[in-house]
């Protein structure tokens, strides 16, 4: 096991049953950590990295995204999976509700502590 990243993913995936009170979206938290974290890190900071005007572009069809990855064959296979087709729309929204100018600050909860980079 690559330990600390099963660490932080234990949490993800346990976490939440102990604190159920979070102000985001936490499936398409862990959806996203699934499929885009292993390469961009903690959902929040990737969502942060654009505005919101932007995630609509990057959503706006999936060429837009298979393009940029191109040369990442394991994102290509999650961006193309059913999972991702499935919760892409909640994806989506999560990164507009969490975006450059949303104003959103998190603090602490089963699934991330604090920082913002
Ligand atoms: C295997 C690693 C990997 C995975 C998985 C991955 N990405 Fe990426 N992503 C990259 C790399 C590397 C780049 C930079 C490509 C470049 O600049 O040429 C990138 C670039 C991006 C960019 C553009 C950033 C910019 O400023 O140009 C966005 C948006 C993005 N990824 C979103 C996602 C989303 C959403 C997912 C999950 C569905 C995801 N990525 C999954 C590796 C990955």
Redesign the pocket.
């Known amino acids: 096991m690559k330990s600390p990243l099963f660490l932080m993913l234990f949490l993800f995936f346990f976490g939440t049953t102990l604190f159920a009170n979070e102000s985001y979206d936490v499936k398409s938290f862990r959806v996203?950590t699934k499929?885009?974290?292993?390469?961009?890190g903690i959902p929040f900071h990737?969502a942060k990295?654009?505005d919101g005007d932007?995630?609509e572009e990057?959503f706006d069809d999936d060429q837009t995204?298979l393009k940029?990855?191109?040369?990442?064959?394991?994102?290509l296979s999650?961006?193309k999976s059913t999972r991702?087709k499935y919760y892409r729309k909640n994806?989506l929204k999560f990164?507009i509700d969490n975006s450059k100018y949303s104003g959103k600050v998190h603090g602490c909860d089963g699934n991330f502590c604090g920082a913002h980079y």
């Open positions: 996203i499929l885009c974290g292993m390469c961009h990737l990295e654009k932007e995630w990057y995204l940029i990855h191109q040369k990442e064959p394991e994102a999650n961006i991702f994806i990164f």
